[in-house]
C-alpha cells in the first residue's frame, strides 16, 4: 500500500471502523432509534470484497426473526438499476437501440406518447404522468400493462419530452414493456437469466416468488427456529422482512407488475452489494459507452446538467452515486464511491418506509475512507451533499419554504458581503426563517434559546465544487437548553430534513 492509500484509507482488519468517534454500529443503532426502524441489514464494500454484513435489530418483530446477511428485504427503487442493465444489456445484443420510440415497440399507446425515446424513459425525461398518482392504483393489486397504462393515458404530458426531468414509474412500465417485446420473454425471466442466475445471487428475486424459498414458519413453534436441527436448509436460513403498521398489522407485499421495473424486487443486501460490485466493472455492462449512458450526468437541451438518470443520482465528489426511495413498509438506499482509490459501496434496507439514509449513508462510508467523509463535523451538523450548484440549490430551497407558506426573514449572501469588501469566498448563502408559533413555545420554555432562533440552512460550494447544504442537529442544540424531550424538536429537525432533501436532489 503506497502512502496516500495508507493516508485515506482505513487499514483492512483494523479494529477502528469508527467516523468522528462513534463506531459503525453506535452510528447505525442511534438512527434506528431515533428513526424508529425494527430492523436493519447493512453491506459494505470495500471492492472486491464485502468485508461487512450486519443486520440489527429484528426483520418481522411479530416472529422475533432477526436481521441477518441472509434477509431479503425489498429493494424499492433499487429495482430500477436492474431495468436500466436490461436495457443496456438488449443495447448491446443490438436488440434495442436508446432512439426506438413507444410508437415502435407499443403502437396501442396514445399518439402523444409515441415519439418518446427509450433514452427518455430511461432518464425520466419523458414528461409521462406517474400512474401511482391515480386515485385508482393499489400497489398491493395485481396489474396488466394495459390497465396501468389506461390510468394516464388521458393525461396531457407534464412537459415537452426530453426537455425537463421528474421521476414517475410510468417510464420504467413503459420501459420494461419494451424489453419484453424485444427480447421475446417476459421482464421478470429477462432479468432472472441475464442478471440474478448469471451472478448466481441465492437471495434475490420477485416479489411473486419470495414462496419459492426455504422458510421455517416459526409461529407453529412458539417464535423460535427448530428445523435446522434436523435440515441443514435451515442452518443459516434464507428469510424475507416483515413491516407492521401503528397498529400491529402486516403491510402487505407490493405485487411485482404494480411497479414493474420500478420497485419490483426483493433481496439481501449481500446480494445488492455483489450485484453492484458486477456493475461497477464490465461484468454486466460490457462497454464505457454503455456505462457512460446511465452512469453519468447529462444535459438539456437548454444547457442545464441533469445529475440523475434511472433513478441513480450523481455528485460533484468523485464518482459518488447513490439510489434510494421506499415502498410501503420498508426503505432502501444503495450508493457507490467509484473513484479508483476510494472503490467503496454502502447498503442500507430496512422495514420502516419513508427513511432517508443518504446523511448516516456518507458517515458509514467515513469509517472506511478519510476521503469519504464530508470534511465537515457531522457531530454538531446535519450535513447533506447536493446534486446542483449553489445557486440552484438555494433557489429551490427558497421555493420548498414558499410552498409550505413559512416566511423567510433574512437571506445572507456572503459571498457577495465578501466582494463588497475586496474578498474572495465560493458560494455560502443563509436562509433564515422559521414559524413565530412555534420558535415562542420554545421560547417560552427557555428564552435564551432564542439565540438559536429563527431556524437556518447553510448552502455553500467547497474547493472540490461540491454543494452542500447544512444545519445543526436540533435535539443535540436543544439539549443545550433542556429542551431535548420537547416534542417540537423532533419535527423541527423531519421539517429541516425534507427541506434539504427537497432542495439537494433531482428526485
Not at 416472529?63 to 444489456?89: E, Y
Not at 432518464?123 to 400512474?131: F, K, V
Not at 443518504?358 to 451533499?385: C, H, P, V
Request: net charge negative.
Amino acid at each position: 500500500m503506497n502512502t496516500r492509500e495508507h493516508e485515506t484509507m482505513k487499514v483492512r482488519g483494523s479494529a477502528d471502523v469508527s467516523y468522528l468517534e462513534k463506531t459503525v454500529d453506535q452510528m447505525v443503532w442511534e438512527f434506528m432509534e431515533e428513526e424508529e426502524i425494527p430492523g436493519l441489514t447493512l453491506a459494505i464494500v470495500q471492492a472486491p470484497y464485502i468485508p461487512r454484513v450486519v443486520g440489527y435489530g429484528v426483520s418481522d418483530a411479530q416472529q422475533r426473526r432477526l436481521a441477518s446477511a441472509n434477509t431479503m428485504w425489498p429493494a424499492g427503487p433499487i429495482s430500477q438499476a436492474f431495468a436500466a442493465v436490461a436495457t443496456m444489456q438488449l443495447y448491446e445484443d443490438g436488440t434495442l437501440q436508446l432512439e426506438d420510440t413507444v410508437g415502435k415497440w407499443i403502437p396501442e399507446a396514445p399518439g402523444s406518447w409515441k415519439a418518446i425515446t427509450v433514452l427518455q424513459l430511461l432518464r425520466h425525461a419523458s414528461g409521462l404522468a406517474d400512474y401511482r398518482q391515480d386515485n385508482a392504483f393499489c400497489p398491493f393489486c395485481k396489474w396488466t400493462f394495459g390497465e396501468l397504462m389506461e390510468l394516464t393515458a388521458d393525461m396531457p404530458l407534464r412537459f415537452t419530452p426530453g426537455m425537463d426531468v421528474e421521476q414517475s414509474a410510468t417510464n420504467f412500465l413503459l420501459l420494461t414493456e419494451i424489453i419484453e417485446r424485444a427480447c421475446g420473454m417476459s421482464y421478470h425471466d429477462f432479468v432472472t437469466e441475464r442478471q440474478i442466475r448469471y451472478l448466481g445471487l441465492p437471495r434475490t428475486g420477485f416479489a411473486e416468488n419470495l414462496d419459492k424459498f426455504n422458510y421455517e414458519d416459526v409461529s407453529l413453534t412458539g417464535n423460535v427456529h427448530q428445523k435446522f436441527k434436523a435440515d441443514g436448509l435451515y442452518i443459516d436460513p434464507t428469510e424475507s422482512a416483515a413491516s407492521y403498521g401503528p397498529e400491529g398489522q402486516p403491510v402487505a407485499r407490493v405485487e411485482s407488475s404494480a411497479l414493474r421495473g420500478f420497485s419490483d424486487l426483493w433481496a439481501s443486501a449481500q446480494d445488492i452489494s455483489f450485484w453492484d460490485i458486477s456493475l461497477a466493472g464490465s461484468v454486466l455492462i460490457h462497454s464505457q459507452e454503455s456505462r457512460d449512458l446511465i452512469y453519468k450526468p447529462w444535459q438539456l437541451p437548454d444547457g442545464r446538467e441533469v445529475p440523475a438518470v434511472a433513478g441513480w443520482q450523481f455528485y460533484k465528489h468523485r464518482g459518488l452515486m447513490d439510489i434510494k426511495g421506499s415502498v410501503p413498509g420498508f426503505s432502501s438506499f444503495l450508493s457507490r464511491f467509484t473513484h479508483a482509490e476510494e472503490l467503496v459501496c454502502v447498503t442500507l434496507l430496512a422495514n420502516k418506509e419513508g427513511v432517508d439514509f443518504t446523511n448516516l449513508g456518507r458517515r458509514i462510508a467515513g469509517a472506511f475512507g478519510d476521503l469519504l467523509s464530508t470534511n465537515y463535523d457531522d457531530n454538531k451538523l446535519y450535513l447533506l451533499e447536493g446534486q446542483l450548484s449553489a445557486a440552484d440549490t438555494v433557489t429551490r430551497l427558497e421555493e420548498a419554504l414558499t410552498e409550505r407558506n413559512i416566511p423567510v426573514f433574512a437571506k445572507f449572501d456572503h459571498q457577495r458581503n465578501a466582494k463588497a469588501v475586496g474578498q474572495e469566498l465560493r458560494p455560502t448563502t443563509v436562509l433564515v426563517f422559521g414559524s413565530p408559533e412555534v420558535g415562542t413555545g420554545l421560547m417560552q420554555a427557555d428564552q435564551s434559546i432564542s439565540l438559536e432562533l429563527p431556524l437556518r440552512i447553510s448552502v455553500w460550494e467547497d474547493e472540490a465544487g461540491s454543494t452542500w447544504l447544512a444545519f445543526p442537529w436540533m435535539q443535540k442544540l436543544a439539549a443545550g437548553y433542556g429542551l431535548a424531550e420537547n416534542p417540537v424538536i423532533p419535527k423541527m429537525q423531519k421539517l429541516l430534513e425534507t427541506l434539504v432533501r427537497r432542495a439537494g436532489s433531482v428526485y
